[in-house]
T-cell receptor, first 113, second 116 residues
Framework: TQLLEQSPQFLSIQEGENLTVYCNSS?????LQWYRQEPGEGPVLLVT?????EVKKLKRLTFQFGDARKDSSLHITAAQTGDTGLYLC?????????????FGKGTLLTVNP | DTGVSQDPRHKITKRGQNVTFRCDPI?????LYWYRQTLGQGPEFLTY????????KSRLLSNRFSAERPKGSFSTLEIQRTEQGDSAMYLC??????????????FGSGTRLTVV
């Protein structure tokens, strides 16, 4: 069974601070995705990373995929209250079941004004 | 593109009753998924359809659960003889054909089931 461990589980910061959340596994994934979920809603895709070592930027968010495609990080610069939410990483299996995603438990981020 | 729609948004039912949820995916997406999410957990895979064919069903799905996708369009998830442990958010997602890991999922807003 492929597992994704996310850390920290909870993070509470002040507006304007920087933060990094992590997603780690002992398994190799063909690609990894990050989603943000707000209470009572479904997850919304932020980014997909495919190549080991890949770095993608989405405004103040920077995503990195580990060289071995087993881990990823999400860095937020100058956090805003609108960044509050549950951040989920999800890995896509290799091979024939590449349609299926394995999700971590998420990092619940609270950005205080 | 109106996104993925799920109905109802909330359902409260008594233990032992049957419930059915509906999902309307993005029309161009031929892959459809059901996931279940409980408090403090990430979504867990339940089942996958490619067009109208159900190609994988998780061991999490007992024989009380059944899903269909007639004509490869909308999908339904039925739970028979509900139990309190079935209380969760049921999420539907769709994606384009190809490597889902590359394209990502579009999720609906989910159906929150409470079994009392």
């Amino acid at each position: 069974t492929q597992l994704l461990e996310q850390s920290p589980q909870f993070l509470s910061i002040q507006e304007g601070e920087n933060l990094t959340v992590y997603c780690n596994s002992s398994s190799v994934f063909s690609s990894l995705q990050w989603y943000r979920q707000e209470p009572g809603e479904g997850p919304v895709l932020l980014v997909t990373v495919v190549t080991g070592g890949e770095v993608k930027k989405l405004k103040r968010l920077t995503f990195q995929f580990g060289d071995a495609r087993k881990d990823s990080s999400l860095h937020i610069t100058a956090a805003q209250t609108g960044d509050t939410g549950l951040y989920l990483c999800a890995g896509a299996n290799s091979g024939g079941s590449n349609y299926k995603l394995t999700f971590g438990k998420g990092t619940l981020l609270t950005v205080n004004p | 593109d109106t996104g993925v729609s799920q109905d109802p948004r909330h359902k409260i039912t008594k233990r032992g009753q049957n419930v059915t949820f509906r999902c309307d995916p993005i029309s161009e997406h031929n892959r459809l998924y059901w996931y279940r999410q409980t408090l403090g957990q990430g979504p867990e895979f339940l089942t996958y359809f490619q067009n109208e064919a159900q190609l994988e069903k998780s061991r999490l799905l007992s024989n009380r659960f059944s899903a269909e996708r007639p004509k490869g369009s909308f999908s339904t998830l039925e739970i028979q003889r509900t139990e309190q442990g079935d209380s969760a958010m049921y999420l539907c997602a769709s994606s384009r054909m190809g490597v889902s890991g590359n394209y990502g999922y579009t999720f609906g807003s989910g159906t929150r089931l409470t079994v009392v």
